[in-house]
């Protein structure tokens, strides 16, 4: 009997693909031998080529958000050569259901979401407040829809090879003496809400450097303002990557920090799947629901009354449940976890 086929309909988010991988361990897990192709979007594709699990990525052809009905039926064609045993849809949304159904995948699973009867034949009902975190929804789709919940989740691991660093170190010209790299990620796709102070990492920045560490920005185009004003609060001292990397060079440039500090963002679980000592600070989202997966992570959240919102801008008008978190409690967890820093 041949090894089974499985094509995964990938999320649209950085975070949410990290989290993916952990679909694609419990795959491996109840099947070594099965065949794992990921449907997503190509800016994931330097994701996907660091997941062992993952033996080929397949470009969506539509953004997110595009309802596109004659393309994914074009794609859902040209898949059907593949001959895939299973779908699992990982989005929601009644669109993303389509390229299975039109790939005349024979098993195609996922949550009802937007009613997907039909389009899904293994359709499962979502139980939050059984199943509270995304990596356990994502997991119990391995599993047969009987199975105890909720399910026991692998941890991802993001694999980034010796090679990979050097490249990355050689493309920048890296000082790669100092043996301490403090990696900030202050931004968040989300809103301003999720966002910690630029001035509490300038603070955190100024303390290291001033300890002989080295302190590497990282973040898009859109984190470059608030990168910019921290590294003006420390003199220009800090190492600037934001808006200067593909996703894959942030990933490998990550992969040689001690330890960082981030918000709630994308970064954040591409830290906590390098394995990374991680600080992960809250304010608007919930550590429950998304938390970094790592046991190197310590989340730091004021648990105001009035969080998790969830809310893009704080509804208050003050976001004290970031504003009051300090530079200090961060600084003594760093001092904490790195004894000889």
């Known amino acids: 009997m041949s090894a089974p086929t499985i094509l995964v309909i990938g999320p649209s988010w950085v975070g949410d693909m990290v989290m993916a991988q952990s679909l694609f361990l419990a795959l491996k897990q109840a099947d070594p031998d099965?065949?794992?192709?990921?449907?997503?979007?190509?800016?994931?594709?330097?994701?996907l080529e660091r997941m062992p699990e993952?033996?080929?990525?397949?470009a969506m052809p539509l953004t997110h958000g595009q309802l596109g009905v004659g393309q994914r039926f074009s794609l859902g064609k040209k898949l059907r050569a593949e001959a895939y045993d299973q779908a699992i849809v990982l989005p929601n949304s009644w669109k993303s259901a389509l390229v299975p159904f039109f790939a005349g995948i024979p098993k195609r699973t996922g949550y009802l979401g937007e009613a997907r009867w039909g389009l899904l034949n293994d359709a499962r009902s979502l139980d939050k407040q059984l199943l509270t975190m995304t990596v356990q929804r994502f997991v119990a789709l391995a599993l047969a829809p009987d199975a105890p919940l909720p399910p026991t989740c692998p941890t991802p691991a993001l694999t980034v090879s010796a090679a990979q660093q050097q490249a990355v170190i050689d493309t920048f010209d890296l000082d790669t003496v100092h043996p301490k790299i403090l990696a900030l990620c202050p931004g968040a796709e989300y809103g301003p809400a999720k966002r910690w102070p630029a001035s509490h990492f300038a603070e955190i920045a100024r303390h290291k450097l001033d300890q002989g560490w080295q302190v590497w920005l990282f973040g898009s185009e859109k984190d470059q303002a608030v990168a910019a004003q921290i590294n003006h609060d420390v003199s220009g001292f800090c190492q600037d990557f934001t808006g200067r990397t593909t996703l894959g060079e942030a990933v490998d440039l990550l992969s040689l920090a001690h330890t960082v500090v981030s918000n709630d963002s994308g970064l954040m679980h591409v830290a906590a799947a390098l394995n990374k000592r991680l600080i992960a600070l809250y304010g608007s989202s919930d550590p429950g629901f998304t938390p970094p997966l790592n046991s190197q992570a310590h989340i730091l959240s004021l648990n105001l009354d009035c969080s998790p919102c969830f809310k893009r801008e704080c509804p208050l008008g003050h976001t004290r449940c970031l504003v009051d978190l300090s530079p200090q409690q961060v600084l003594d967890l760093i001092t904490i976890r790195t004894p000889h820093a």
């Open 34 to 47: 099965c065949q794992i192709d990921v449907l997503a979007p190509a800016w994931s594709f330097a994701l």
């Open 54 to 58: 993952v033996r080929k990525a397949i």
